[in-house]
């Protein structure tokens, strides 16, 4: 499956932006569909995880409670709701895919990756 992340920008400190994350192929809904961050004094961390039907969810500590996984898997699509951003929150944004079952957090666990997109958060 191949991944096109959109819908990174410039935001100021309070505001919300919402990503999006296309897939190709006939077997979106086979992924479990996951969103990490990068800067670059960090490793790539998780932010949040969802299952192939989207009856669960995983959240990092930071951004629960403020940001939303969802899916359309009619459209093949996910999306990362990001509300009550911050200047932690500037980050490269990547959604990422695997065909294992469950949600886990460690990068490694994704086979597939789109190809980033920026989120600047300005205080």
């Known amino acids: 499956v191949q991944l096109q992340a959109s819908g990174g920008g410039l935001v100021q400190a309070g505001g919300s932006l919402r990503l999006s994350c296309a897939a190709s192929?006939?077997?979106?809904?086979?992924?479990?569909m996951a969103w990490f961050r990068q800067t670059p004094s960090k490793e790539r961390e998780f932010v949040a995880a969802?299952?192939?039907?989207?009856?669960?969810?995983s959240y990092a500590d930071s951004v629960k409670g403020r940001f939303t996984i969802s899916r359309d898997n009619a459209k093949n699509t996910v999306f990362l709701q990001m509300n009550s951003l911050n200047s932690d929150d500037t980050a490269v944004y990547y959604c990422?895919?695997?065909?294992?079952?469950?949600?886990?957090?460690?990068?490694?666990?994704?086979?597939?990756w789109g190809q980033g997109t920026l989120v600047t958060v300005s205080s």
């Open positions: 990422a895919a695997t065909t294992s079952p469950g949600i886990n957090r460690s990068p490694s666990w994704y086979e597939y």
């Open positions: 192929g006939r077997t979106f809904s086979s992924h479990t």
């Open positions: 969802i299952s192939r039907s989207a009856v669960s969810t």
